[in-house]
Structure formats: structure tokens, C-alpha cells
């Protein structure tokens, strides 16, 4: 009996499967593709769930699951913007015009290069002129939220060394020394004494951190009208 060469018998999306004998014996080859956005949004809601259980007492474990959460929070925006781009935007199936499709494929080759130190959250709203929509306001919600989350991480992430005062009386305000403490005093509940970091790495914080990065996910999901292509968790 002459060998049975290897024919295509069967596709379905990304996994093809190839008869290779007479026995109808075969290898399947699949091709996934990796998008690492809804990952790291679900790693922030892990670590601030952790963050929350932690109990008062157990230092590293809260500090730790504190600064993950943060840290992949705002990474959960880089990584959307990413996917944004090079998935949604210029993939086969993007439900994007054409015109847009190329100004957006100019922007990914840096051939229209944004404007000098654009964070991520500029390139959103940037993303928004494209697609001809109202852009997100810096000074209101949830944009702000993000801001700050965007400071905080930066702080983590390219941290400078610092000191600070603090008093042997009760209730001493300690709150003016550090402008990062005031920009987060409303959002975490901060009281008087709050000093960074210890004052601000706390479970409230974590939690905070994931909820603002989805609420801005989201806002910019609604005003694009484009679906990311997972699930965000907005209260």
C-alpha cells in the first residue's frame, strides 16, 4: 500500500487538523493568539482581593499585594492601548473604516509620531480624535482616577528617596508634607496622619487602583464604541 500523504481534512479558526496515515492518525496545529490586557486587569483584582484579606497585621503581605495591584493596574492600561492598536484597530476583522485604519496604522509605525512624553491616557483621548469622538476630560472622572493612578505607580516604579516628619502627639496633621497624599486623601479616606508610603499602601488602595483602571477602560470602551474584547467590572 502507497504512503498516504498528509492532506488538510479539517479547520476550524486558528486549529487545523492533518490526516497523516492510513490510519487516520493526525497532529492538530493550533495558532492562539496571546492578548495580555484582560490578564493583568484580572492579576490587579486578585492582588487587591488578596490585599483585602491580608488582615491589618501581616505587613509584607498587604505591602506586596498592594504594590502589584497598582502596578498592574496602570499596566492593564498600556497593555489595552497596546491591543488597541495592533488587534482591534488593524486586525482582519477590525470594525473600523478604513481612513481610520490608516491613520491609526501611521500612529503604530510612529510614522505620525504623538506629542512629546504622552502618557498612556493621552494616547486614549489621541485614539478618541481619530475615531472622531468626545474625548475624555482630565479634570473630571475617570479620567482623574487614572491620573493619579498613573502617579502613584510611577512613584513605585522609579522611586526617589524622601523622608518624613512625624510627631510624638495626638492626632498631629502630617497630611501637608507629601502632595501625594493630598491628591489621594478624598479617593482612599486618608485621615490627618496619612504619610506616604505607609499612610497610602494599604487594601484600600489596591482596591481603588483596579477600580479606576477599569472605570477608564471602560469609558473609553463606551465613547469608542468599540468592544475590547473582555469583561470589566465597573460599580
Known sequence: MSKMKPRRIRQTGNRTVIVSGPDSSYVSRVQREHRFAYELVNVSRYHASEARKAGKD???????NVISAVNASYSALEATYNEFIHIVALGDHSPLDDLKREVIHYIASEKLAPEPK???????NMLLRVLEKEELKSSSEPYQSANLLRILRNMLVHPLPSTVVTFDITDPDLSTQQEIVGKLRSHLRLDRTAT??????IPACAAWASRSAERFLAEFEKRSG??????????
Open 58 to 64: 501581616n505587613y509584607w503581605k498587604i505591602r506586596s
Open 118 to 124: 504622552q502618557n498612556t491616557l493621552q494616547r486614549f
Open 196 to 201: 506616604f508610603p505607609d499612610g497610602i499602601l
Open 226 to 235: 468599540v468592544d475590547l474584547g473582555f469583561v470589566l467590572q465597573v460599580d
